[in-house]
């Protein structure tokens, strides 16, 4: 069994959680968190680590020649390099809305990249 020691950071408590693995690198258990929602976050973050990806496409005719746009849901850890060089090749043409759905379904990972203002 090995442990990893992390920060809880679904709420401002910021517990501190210690979870516990077999030899394979499986999730056994987790203690230190005051709510279910640490327990849940340690053991997808060991197991399954995702996050928000935040980034820029091209657009023209635009006032700026770059739009801000973000997933619409968490993408695995490991995708978000790939994400951020599909999205180098995207250019989009303005006017665009906040929420507007640039690439759907990006790499086939069932998460949505969306415009996150108006342009």
């Known amino acids: 069994m090995k442990t990893k020691v992390m920060n809880c950071i679904m709420c401002p408590m910021g517990c501190e959680l210690t979870v516990t693995l077999d030899d394979k690198g499986?999730?056994?258990?987790?203690?230190?968190?005051?709510c279910p929602r640490g327990a849940k976050y340690a053991e997808t973050e060991v197991t399954?680590?995702?996050?928000?990806?935040?980034?820029?496409?091209?657009?023209?005719g635009g006032l700026l020649p770059l739009l801000p746009v973000v997933s619409?849901?968490?993408?695995?850890?490991?995708?978000?390099?790939?994400?951020?060089?599909?999205?180098?090749?995207?250019?989009?043409?303005?006017p665009v809305?906040?929420?507007?759905?640039?690439?759907?379904?990006?790499l086939g990972l069932g998460v949505d990249i969306v415009a996150s203002r108006n342009m």
């Open 72 to 94: 619409a849901d968490v993408l695995p850890k490991g995708k978000i390099a790939e994400c951020v060089a599909f999205l180098r090749n995207i250019t989009v043409q303005a």
């Open 97 to 106: 809305k906040a929420g507007e759905v640039i690439v759907p379904d990006i």
């Open 26 to 34: 499986k999730f056994v258990s987790v203690t230190g968190n005051s």
């Open 48 to 60: 399954d680590p995702r996050r928000m990806l935040t980034t820029t496409v091209r657009i023209k």
